[in-house]
């Protein structure tokens, strides 16, 4: 996945332009392969704490706030998810704001929303004199990695990011306000300290609290500076506008995570039921070479959930089932055999990291969601049953597809783009989750899902089948 942070200068007070900027954007981040943008703090108004204490209603939102709606829509748009933060209103009205992010993902539905925890100024000065501090940490998995929102002074207290680390977080996400390159230099630091890919969107622009110096950037686990924007230093033509990007596909929870071995299996006794006569509204595509028919069986609830995402594609799409339960004996041939491969390209490989390799593309044999019948590798296609544009081939390595068979690939054709994200969309609105590293694999019940979605534990585990 390619993440962004968003440079621009706000209009001070202006809420609907801010709002309008933003999803221009989306838009822009989106067209470079973008997943997920994040914007600086108080972008959505400009980092003055005069002109919000002297409106404190006008310039409050939540994340329902009509005036967010071109945010919402470019996400629903473009596929691209958003971390937009702004002066926030308690729930129930009362109360101070918060500074707050929202995080709206590529559906336009809030994911979370994170209220900053450190206020700076004390004393009844500054954001303390104004704002409440929230007092949960800031979480959410988008893309099978799971990242961590901090806002700005939040970021000078080594135990924000300590706790992000130890929380499994792969990602740290930042939106500051910060008005010197000597700020801006501590998150190199923090990324070695903790071991944690950071993107900072930093604000621009001079306010009567403060000003921003721009900046914005990311660093990389090491501590290395990757990516970064302009400085500001005064008023140049528009807003100044830019977006620094971030590849963090690395950062991806794979299916060879001892996260996803520990979530904890309770078995609901869902049957494995046949697409082919149990969902004949669905189409399965006959090029398995498997005369037991075991490619086209799914578990009862998944295969429920097949069917109220085709009733939302749109007309003249639907999908197409390729391979769905898979015995484990063969799971362990497919996994084996792409650990061989591995292992005769690469002979200076350890045997941890081909396990590791291998999990990209063939779940290891003991947590498999094929051989739980939870998970399903589909496609659209045509209401005629014709292929359409995709980017890759079904199964694509990420070897012979040089990576693009990543859900959120970069340098998709706009067709291959668009459809995927029509995929997505339908599937992620039945409630199945996807295996990043796979745009075709979906799944639900099974330990990925239940690591994806929070649950308690997976519904499915592997099982047996005689046939019958």
Not at 402 to 422: F, K, S
């Amino acid at each position: 996945m390619i993440i962004a942070a968003a440079q621009f200068l706000p209009v001070p007070g202006d809420i609907e332009a801010n709002a309008a900027r933003m999803a221009t954007l989306l838009t822009g981040a989106a067209t470079r392969g973008a997943g997920l943008v994040v914007f600086s703090e108080l972008a959505l108004t400009h980092y003055d704490l005069d002109l919000i204490a002297a409106d404190p209603t006008g310039l409050t939102v939540t994340e329902d706030d009509a005036r967010l709606a071109p945010v919402r829509e470019a996400c629903r748009e473009t596929g691209v998810a958003a971390v937009v933060n702004a002066a926030g209103r308690g729930a129930a009205g009362g109360g101070r704001p918060t500074i707050s992010s929202f995080v709206f993902g590529p559906d336009g539905a809030l994911l979370t929303r994170y209220d900053k925890t450190h206020l700076f100024g004390d004393g009844g000065e500054g954001e303390s004199a104004l704002f409440a501090p929230g007092s949960a940490d800031g979480r959410f998995t988008l893309g099978g990695i799971r990242f961590a929102l901090a806002t700005c002074f939040d970021n000078s207290f080594p135990e924000v990011p300590a706790r992000a680390a130890a929380d499994g977080c792969r990602v740290y996400l930042a939106s500051s306000f910060h008005d010197s390159a000597q700020r801006v230099a501590q998150y190199g630091h923090l990324a070695r300290a903790h071991g944690l890919q950071v993107l900072l969107a930093n604000g621009t622009g001079t306010g009567r609290s403060a000003s921003g110096c721009g900046l914005s950037g990311a660093w990389l686990p090491s501590g290395e500076r990757v990516a970064a924007a302009a400085e500001w230093t005064g008023a140049v033509p528009g807003d100044g506008a830019e977006l620094v990007l971030s590849d963090v596909r690395d950062r991806i929870t794979l299916m060879g995570d001892p996260a996803v071995a520990a979530m904890p299996v309770r078995e609901c006794g869902e049957p494995l039921l046949d697409v082919r006569t149990a969902a004949p509204a669905l189409l399965v595509a006959a090029a398995c070479e498997d005369p037991r028919g075991a490619f086209a069986r799914l578990r009862a609830g998944v295969l429920q959930r097949l069917l109220a995402a085709q009733e939302v594609l749109p007309d003249g799409l639907r999908l197409q089932i390729v391979e769905g339960y898979r015995p484990p004996e063969l799971q362990r041939r497919y996994f084996e055999g792409y650990a061989d491969e591995l292992r005769a390209a690469h002979p200076d490989w350890e045997a941890g990291r081909i396990h590791r390799a291998a999990s990209r593309y063939v779940s290891p044999p003991a947590i498999a969601p094929h051989s739980a019948g939870g998970a399903v590798d589909l496609t659209l296609v045509t209401a005629e049953g014709e292929e359409v544009d995709m980017g890759t081939p079904i199964d694509a390595s990420p070897e012979e597809s040089d990576g693009a068979c990543y859900t959120a690939a970069p340098g998709l054709t706009p067709a291959a783009r668009a459809n995927r994200r029509v995929l997505n969309s339908a599937l992620h609105s039945a409630g199945l989750v996807n295996y990043p590293t796979e745009w075709w694999h979906w799944s639900y019940g099974d330990r990925y899902w239940a690591l994806a979605t929070g649950a308690d534990h997976a519904l499915y585990g592997p099982r047996e089948w005689d046939g019958r």
